[in-house]
């Protein structure tokens, strides 16, 4: 649905009128601080409710400086003035079926053994949403889920079980930019704005309604790239896609241009993603530029999105007791180290953001602690003041969020000062995991030996462009014994190979003859219409390497 002329303008003055709203509230809140009660309540105070909004792809540096300098996103900068930032929050695992499993589970990736966008959580498991429904919540869900498995394209799934075999192939297509309508149009992603109507209509028409406290998650495919309407050159969901109207809210003079290595010094896992991301070729300045502004332009339309949920919670009087979240699952690459998409250790990647507002949570407050997704399953069950499970992953952030001295640190003690994220699936020939800690990222591959770690230091190189692993070899030692303390990630290195060469191996003969016909016209049949044989055979020989493992 186009959005109307008026839709523009409504949407100009809808966040003024919002933060005016919210701080008269909050500050009568702050007046009368016994009106809100503890989090999560006590025996005499009601539950908080709980609103979560989950996007796709969404850099987390955008949610402050100097990432907020290049795009106006005035509902994220409303939730920072009345909430708390996390500057530090990552994925456990940039894709989005493992990494929405990790959060919707609390538990590390290698442990529910999500392993790629196919392979995530059974449709039974016991997410922290059953526990606070069965806890007395009343809940609700709209838009995307993605954390069970059987999903996503049959390319999808070929491309991360062959990840081994020894051959290059384009499995995506060359990043564009396509603007569509003019500067009226506001309602680009319909579908998302479909769900974003029916959240906000839920808070209006029932959620006011109930005399239990409610916990309701909207899922938004913004601002994840769109699939391209093409089978040639540009296949895949590689087209930033936007109207004029949010195109307006980026300021180009502040996009910054990344630097790249040349081809031949980059790490050989990042050539192998940049290859099957078809990004090895030319860019122009202008065309980078292009498409971290769109990118920047899909952020703002997703901004907008939040913006009609907190206004519903506002309308509704809803707002003074209920804790808002907005996160996702990972970030996007636009163009950073010579990529798109995610599948990535890289800040651009893997860093997302995390805001929470509600009451009793520190206002204008930004934290550098590190956190990740797995903490989202310990906070909600915190909230709703449920026994967090002593074998969860996560850790509940409300001792770092809320500001009543009264909130106890729960018995498994403050968060460590460090996240694991890790990446099984395709666009990486190689099984990648990261230890972040205060300064430090080291990324760790397969077996650990047979491709080169990475080390990078956040605080002198925010970009990421130096690798000083054999630099500081100490700090590497330390940092590789730190992360196989956590998780023996040369054995899960080999448990993803075995599950990628038996998943091939069943779906291959679950074709029959056809098998030749169907792997030639996947995503990538560009390349290996070329060359049908070689890529046949760089196959074979890999089904017949380590029968015995």
């Keep these: 649905m186009r959005g109307r002329c008026g839709e523009g303008t409504r949407t100009v003055v809808l966040a003024a009128l919002v933060l005016l709203l919210v701080s008269t509230r909050w500050e009568g809140v702050k007046a009368h601080p016994m009106a809100w009660g503890h989090l999560g309540g006590g025996s005499s105070q009601r539950a908080r409710n709980v609103v979560m909004v989950m996007c796709d792809a969404f850099d987390g540096r955008l949610t402050f400086y100097p990432g907020n300098q290049t795009v106006i996103l005035p509902f ?58 069965k806890h007395g919540y009343r809940t609700q869900k709209y838009g995307k889920l993605d954390y069970t498995s059987g999903h996503h394209s049959v390319s999808n799934r070929v491309e991360a079980w062959t990840r081994d075999v020894d051959f290059l192939l384009r499995q995506e297509g060359r990043p564009m930019v396509n603007l569509t309508g003019n500067k009226t149009f506001v309602r680009v992603m319909e579908e998302d704005w479909r769900n974003t109507d029916k959240a906000a209509s839920w808070i209006r028409k029932e959620a006011t309604n109930f005399s239990q406290p409610f916990v309701l998650y909207l899922g938004l495919n913004l601002p994840h790239p769109y699939p391209s309407p093409s089978t040639g050159e540009n296949f895949g969901s590689s087209t930033f896609l936007t109207s004029p109207y949010w195109l307006e809210k980026v300021t180009y003079e502040a996009i910054k241009i990344p630097k790249w290595p040349p081809l ?70 636009a163009m950073e180290h010579q990529q798109f998409y995610k599948m990535s250790m890289y800040e651009a990647s893997s860093h997302v953001p995390l805001l929470v507002m509600g009451p009793n949570i520190k206002a204008h407050h930004h934290l550098s602690n590190v956190v990740s997704l797995v903490d989202i399953y310990p906070t909600m069950l915190d909230i709703a003041r449920i026994p967090i499970p002593q074998n969860l992953s996560g850790y509940s952030l409300i001792p770092l969020l809320s500001e009543m001295a009264e909130d106890e640190v729960s018995s498994r003690g403050l968060h460590p000062t460090w996240i694991l994220s890790e990446f099984h699936g395709c666009n990486a020939n190689s099984s990648t995991y990261m230890l972040r800690t205060d300064k430090w990222k080291y990324i760790a591959y397969s077996d650990g030996y047979s491709v080169p770690p990475q080390l990078f230091d956040l605080s002198a190189d925010p970009d990421e462009l130096t690798n000083i692993a054999t630099t500081f070899p100490e700090v590497t ?8 303390s956590i998780v023996n990630y040369p054995r899960i290195s080999a448990s993803v190979h075995k599950y990628n060469k038996k998943q091939f191996i069943n779906w291959k003969q679950s074709l029959g003859q056809n098998y030749s016909s169907v792997i030639a016209n996947l995503r990538w049949h560009q390349d290996w219409l070329k060359e049908p044989r070689k890529y046949k055979d760089a196959i074979h020989r890999w089904l017949q390497m380590n029968t015995n493992e």
């Excluded at 922290?128 to 429904?133: A, G, I, K």
Aim: glycine content about 6%.
């Design 76 to 133: 994220i900068n409303l939730m920072k003035r009345y909430g708390t930032v996390f500057l530090n929050a990552y994925t456990n695992s940039p894709i989005c079926c493992p990494s929405r499993a990790a959060m919707w589970s609390g538990l590390f990736t290698h442990l529910t053994e999500s392993w790629n966008n196919f392979k995530g959580l059974d449709p039974n498991y016991t997410t922290w949403m059953d526990l606070m429904q």
């Design 264 to 333: 031949s010094e980059m790490h050989p896992v990042d050539y192998y993603s940049s290859y099957t991301k078809n990004c090895t070729g030319q860019f122009t300045r202008k065309e980078i530029r292009d498409v971290r502004a769109f990118y920047y332009a899909m952020c703002a339309e997703t901004d907008a999105m939040l913006g009609e949920i907190i206004s519903a919670l506002s309308d509704t009087g809803l707002l003074k007791r209920t804790i808002v979240i907005f996160t996702a699952d990972h970030g996007e690459l």
């Design 477 to 484: 030692y330390s940092l590789d014994k730190k992360l196989r």
